[in-house]
């Protein structure tokens, strides 16, 4: 299976199961697009009749060399995948644990509109993680993370920096087990940045890997989202304290993460906004809403945001021959060292490799499931209970999905988001058909950039 568009005046031919990319002049991308469903007699005279000034000896060798290419696997190539999927957790083997998301705060300072969490409390009460809880917490991702070293915590909420003193005694606690485990614990923290100070800078400069900042853009995008309790806009009361954070982080890793809503769709301005404001690691992700929020993307929305996305790709390209490139964190795309097969067919481990944790330490498979009764896995104390919520998720994957099937971007997405399949179908092994749509115009840009950066 092929992919074949044209982006930015490059022709890209990915080769989907491979994974090879090709650049190539329009007589090549024609005849690649016709190889295997015409004859070689039938291509040359297409050929020719589109390119006169072609020869016939010329074609020859292109499709000799399309052959050599598919010959070698790098067009045209079988997926044989499968047989790795049904092998890894689909054999009934329980994945050893990689990371945990602490939800150490179910209490927000903030009333953001399309908060997923209902204002940090998920459909639940004001709540904050006890150190012991968190300290259970690390001990229960310790005891079921099997042979691997690097094992990564998620501060989260609500808003984590409520529960501060915890953080930092939870960051502590791990700390002094990894010298006795042998293990390494990777921290990340995502915060709205209203109660950042010169502590926490302090803190999370020396402890955690990335840090995950919330600002939607604009002031008035911003503030149109992103409330305080009393109504009146957050993006004053944040700006400056991400602006001292980021000047201080010394080139550690951070994002600004961003959301659009159909109240913004023109939501480069909001990345051109941030990058005037100094910030040159950046996220801009599509909301998750129910589809009767009028702030909520609808199908006809999708032109627009595809245009976009590429607006976004040629100002990156203009910028990188200007040596003033910025990093867009969804089109970070690793062509030499990426994810491995197995990532690749079964995503991001949610559910198996990958939990969530409330403040009384109740599991579920990822931030996004917490307060569903239904997905509710087990607790830290005692462990995953729910077995067949368990399996089911160990079977979620592109193989899983009839649609990703025959997508030639499943090797990127893995098959999507768990939650947001459920939540716009009713099933995990479901698809959001608006997130594929955006998915895949996301790999494409990414992939011309690369493919363009490389000229």
């Not at 301005?269 to 040159?280: A, K, Q, S, V």
């Not at 993307?297 to 607006?311: G, H, I, N, S, T």
């Not at 990532?343 to 931030?367: D, F, M, N, S, W």
């Amino acid at each position: 299976m092929i992919h074949r568009y044209r982006l930015c005046g490059f022709n890209i031919v990915l080769d989907v199961a491979s994974g090879s990319i090709h650049r190539v002049d329009d007589v090549a991308y024609d005849a690649i697009g016709m190889y295997g469903r015409l004859s070689n007699g039938d291509i040359i005279k297409r050929i020719r009749s589109d390119y006169p000034q072609i020869a016939q000896e010329e074609v020859l060798e292109l499709l000799s060399d399309i052959e050599g290419l598919k010959g070698q696997g790098k067009l045209f190539s079988v997926d044989n995948f499968a047989g790795i999927a049904d092998g890894g957790r689909n054999d009934g083997r329980i994945m050893p644990l990689k990371a945990l998301c602490l939800n150490v705060s179910h209490m927000c300072n903030m009333s953001c509109a399309y908060c997923f969490a209902a204002h940090g409390k998920y459909g639940g009460k004001d709540e904050l993680m006890s150190l012991d809880v968190g300290k259970r917490a690390i001990d229960f991702l310790l005891e079921n993370s099997g042979g691997r070293e690097l094992l990564d915590v998620d501060f989260f909420g609500g808003e984590p920096l409520l529960n501060w003193g915890v953080v930092k005694g939870i960051v502590a606690y791990a700390r002094k087990l990894e010298h006795e485990s042998g293990k390494k614990f990777r921290f990340t923290l995502t915060t709205n940045a209203l109660q950042i100070d010169d502590e926490v800078i302090a803190f999370t400069n020396r402890e955690m890997h990335n840090v995950v900042l919330s600002l939607d853009g604009r002031p008035n995008v911003n503030d149109g989202m992103r409330k305080l309790p009393d109504g009146s806009g957050s993006y004053a009361a944040v700006v400056e304290n991400i602006k001292r954070f980021v000047s201080a982080r010394g080139g550690k890793g951070y994002y600004i993460r961003g959301t659009y809503t159909r109240e913004n769709l023109d939501f480069v301005n909001d990345i051109l906004h941030m990058l005037e404001l100094g910030f040159t690691e950046l996220s801009m992700e599509p909301v998750v809403a129910c589809p009767s929020m009028p702030y909520a993307l609808r199908p006809d929305d999708l032109p627009k945001l595809c245009e976009q996305y590429e607006a976004l790709a040629m100002e990156m390209q203009k910028r990188f021959k200007q040596g003033r490139g910025f990093v867009f964190y969804h089109y970070m795309l690793d062509l030499t060292r990426g994810p491995c097969v197995y990532k690749r067919i079964a995503g991001c481990g949610v559910g198996t490799e990958y939990l969530a944790v409330t403040p009384g330490g109740q599991l579920y498979p990822c931030h996004q499931f917490v307060g569903d009764d239904e997905f509710l896995m087990g607790d830290v104390f005692a462990g995953v209970n729910n077995h067949s919520k368990r399996d089911e998720f160990a079977c979620c994957g592109i193989y899983s999905r009839t649609e990703c099937k025959s997508c030639w971007a499943r090797f990127y997405c893995s098959g999507g988001c768990a939650a947001n399949a459920y939540n716009a179908t009713g099933s995990i092994n479901g698809i959001n058909n608006l997130e594929c749509e955006l998915f895949k115009k996301r790999v494409e840009c990414a992939i011309m950039l690369k493919v363009a950066q490389s000229v």
